[in-house]
């Protein structure tokens, strides 16, 4: 009984997170007006696209065991080159798919470092970090990369339907204000929400995904069970980094231009987010869902912040905090299976 207990409060601690943070921050009297509404929600959710898509090939890498450190800067290097190919004229689609590659090869190259060097993931990430951000510059020209318009920058702006005010009228009143939330969504929240999915059956219901966990739980025993460890690693890094580059392109619709020197610290707040919502920095523990709801608490700690008038370093100062403790509840736990 009590480690069913254990189980379900590991599962609910995260969702349990999010409610205790928007709770706290709803309490002051000059927060009331402001936070715990409507449009503010719908605020918080665009928000927490960049970081939710970036933290589902952070979920990957850290329960295969792994780290990356670079995720801020491809993240800007994907978005430079976007508004390049914007630039030259290039469709949608097209930029879509450039900028997926792009952050698929920068996670290609980390993977076949780390598995082809038998080097520590920290190590590689961090020195892929500076490359890639001085990639970002010089491709950029040490400028931001302006381009006239696009149908991509309304993929974070632009509500996905436009319904008329209280939501469509032949349904009742809380479930037509909820209709018209969920309209009132960009299409960033929608992509995100439903690759949040895809992941989690990948990891939960496919080989892939038992390879993962396996891999995470004990590189040795997988190695002796069978499984090709190097080609994992490789492949891990690289589906990760084309998640990183669809978070870029998604930073450059929110920016509306390429921005070198964008996403500078992004990378704590993705492992925060990861880490907050259940996986384990030695790997081979974590979902997608408690990564989406990590997401969502760093958005809502950023938003109450700003909306209390907290500077910057004082925000920098919480989301330290936030991570220290979670990696010390996450020891907790390990110890405790030990």
């Not at 002051?28 to 589902?56: C, D, H, K, W």
């Not at 590659?101 to 920068?106: A, D």
Request: glycine share 14%.
């Amino acid at each position: 009984m009590n480690d069913r207990l254990k189980s379900f409060f590991t599962k609910l601690g995260p969702f349990l997170g999010l409610v205790l943070v928007i709770g706290l921050f709803s309490l002051p009297a000059e927060m009331r007006q402001s936070f715990p509404t409507y449009g503010n929600f719908r605020f918080v959710f665009i928000q927490t696209v960049i970081v939710a898509i970036g933290a589902l090939g952070m979920t990957l890498i850290i329960v295969s065991g792994g780290i990356d450190l670079s995720v801020g800067s491809s993240i800007a290097f994907t978005s430079v080159v976007g508004a390049h190919l914007i630039q030259r004229g290039w469709g949608p689609v097209g930029v879509l798919v450039v900028s997926i590659l792009s952050g698929g090869l920068v996670g290609l190259l980390n993977g076949a470092a780390i598995a082809g060097l038998r080097m520590i993931p920290f190590i590689i990430t961090l020195g892929t970090l500076g490359i890639v951000r001085g990639s970002a510059k010089l491709l950029a020209h040490d400028q931001t990369v302006n381009y006239d318009s696009s149908p991509i920058n309304t993929w974070m702006r632009a509500p996905t339907l436009q319904l008329t005010e209280g939501g469509p009228a032949w349904l009742p009143g809380l479930l037509a204000r909820f209709i018209e939330f969920l309209g009132k969504l960009p299409v960033g929240v929608w992509v995100a929400g439903t690759l949040a999915v895809l992941v989690s059956l990948l990891l939960r219901r496919t080989v892939f995904g038992r390879h993962v966990f396996a891999l995470g739980s004990n590189e040795a025993t997988a190695r002796l069970c069978g499984i090709p460890t190097v080609r994992l690693k490789v492949l891990i890094y690289a589906l990760a980094g084309c998640f990183f580059g669809l978070a870029g392109l998604f930073q450059l619709s929110r920016l509306g231009q390429g921005d070198p020197t964008a996403a500078v610290g992004l990378e704590l707040d993705i492992i925060a987010a990861v880490i907050i919502g259940g996986a384990s920095l030695n790997g081979g523990v974590g979902t997608i869902l408690g990564s989406m709801i990590g997401a969502l608490i760093m958005a809502v700690l950023r938003n109450a912040s700003q909306q209390m008038g907290w500077p910057t370093s004082f925000q920098e100062i919480i989301i330290g905090l936030v991570i220290i403790v979670a990696v010390f509840l996450d020891r907790l736990r390990q110890g405790k299976q030990n």
